[in-house]
Every structure is written in C-alpha cells, then in structure tokens.
C-alpha cells in the first residue's frame, strides 16, 4: 500500500487552471483502446517500467503477481499506464507494448519514462485516440494513472460514456474531434506541440480550438468539441478533480 499523492499539496482554495499551451503527444492511439490497454490487469514484466521498480526494492519475479493485485500502489500502477503488451502507439509504429518516442533523444522508451521526462522538463502532454476510447470495463487507474503520467487532455474521435466521466473526475481534459475529422488528418509525427485557449473558462460542451504547430512552424487550427458534459463536471474539474473537491467540501 502507498499513500498517493492526490493531496499533496491540496489548499482549500483550487489552484487556477491553465491554458494548455507548447504540450506535445505522449502517445496517438487506434480505434477500440480499451481502459485494459489503458491500465491492464494482467502480468507485470520484468523489462517494464513496473517490473524493474520491484526487482529495484529486491522482489523477486515470482513475487511481481500482477497490476489488479497492486492496485493499491500508485507507484505500480502509474508505470503500468499504458503498459499493455499489445497497445500500439501510432508514434513509434511497427512496434507494441506501451512505447513511445523520448522527448530528448528520440529514441523508443517506455511511455511511463517518456512521461517522467516530460514532467521533469514541465512540458505537458495530451494523448490523441480514434473512436470508443475506453471502452470496456470501468477501470479507474485508467484515469488515475493518465492523471499522474501529466497528461492534460485526450483528444479522441469518441469516448466510451464511463471512462469519459472518470477523466474528467481526474482533471484530465476530454476533447472529441468535430466534423468528421481523425487523427490521420493530422499526419502526426510526434514533433508537433498543441496549444489549447479557453480552458480556464469552460462550458458544458462548448468548441474550443486547438492550434498545433509543427517542427517547421506550419500551423495547423482545428475545432474540438469539450466533452465536460455537466455543471457538476466543470466543478469537478476545476477543483482538481472529484477527490480533492469531495475533500474540500468535507473539510468545510
């Protein structure tokens, strides 16, 4: 068991929440990626992020069991954020198993290593999906451990009804492309930053517009529609999420 750090620095007042501006894709993901490929139950392996965590502290890989038996341990579970054997990132193609390209070298790493580099650095990420992201069942590490890698929003073609609810309930951002638009219009190469405006004045389902910029300066702007669907939700989500707001109103 570990204490997560949902609370670490919690006040009775929010802190402000701020456009999204220079954030940079930690992963662009197929149709159908479900809260498994998300967050997966299964095995924990040694070559991964999760894995080389516990043989660090002397446990041994007869005593690794598995993601669904440590979810009580955030430090497990945020490495086994998109670990799932057989999830492909659209950015390192040709290749599965939760991967993607480092930020400093450009080579392929983990996504939970890429994602601790992008932290340390202070850029923020978003991840960029097809349709029914997050389908299947109800897994809330898949928010959770979306919210600890620093992704701050997820753009998809569409979104499974619960997983959409438990991001918001993370202070994760979902965004679904409008007007027939994908992700393959784009032609991203995972050089691209985005920037987002209007995120400190949300409104239930309100357009808002993403500019992304390539490495050679060509702008590309296109319209996303806010996929926090309540009053409540954008309260939810300007608090921090669901945790801290519940814990400030019971503090009060």
């Known amino acids: 068991m570990q204490n997560p750090p949902y609370f670490q620095t919690i006040s009775m007042t929010p802190p402000p929440t701020t456009d999204i501006v220079g954030a940079h894709l930690l992963a ?4 159908s990626i479900t809260t498994d490929h998300i967050s997966p139950a299964g ?4 070559a991964s992020p999760a894995g080389r965590y516990l043989l660090d502290r002397q446990v041994s890989k007869a005593d690794f069991n598995s993601y669904g038996s440590r979810r009580g341990n955030d430090q497990i579970m945020v490495r086994g954020t998109f670990a799932n ?4 990132n659209e950015l390192v193609p040709g290749t599965e198993g939760g991967l993607t390209k480092s930020p400093t070298t450009g080579e392929t790493v983990a996504i939970y290593d890429a994602a601790q580099e992008y932290q340390a650095a202070g850029t923020p990420t978003i991840i960029i999906a097809g349709k029914e992201y997050g389908t299947g069942s109800s897994r809330d590490w898949a928010a959770k451990g979306t919210k600890l890698l620093g992704v701050r929003a997820v753009i998809a073609e569409s979104f499974e009804r619960i997983h959409r609810s438990n991001l918001v309930g993370m202070a994760v951002l979902p965004l679904q492309f409008k007007d027939g638009m994908t992700r393959a219009d784009l032609k991203l190469d995972g050089s691209e930053s985005f920037a987002i405006a209007g995120v400190t004045s949300l409104k239930p389902r309100q357009d808002l517009e993403v500019v992304m910029t390539r490495a050679n300066g060509e702008t590309v702007r296109f319209t996303v529609l806010c996929r926090i669907d309540t009053e409540n939700e954008i309260d939810y989500f300007y608090a921090g999420g669901v945790l801290p707001f519940v814990l400030r ?3 009060a």
């Open 43 to 46: 095995s924990i392996k040694e």
């Open 28 to 31: 662009v993901l197929p149709d």
């Open 249 to 251: 109103k019971l503090a």
């Open 85 to 88: 054997i057989r999830i492909r």
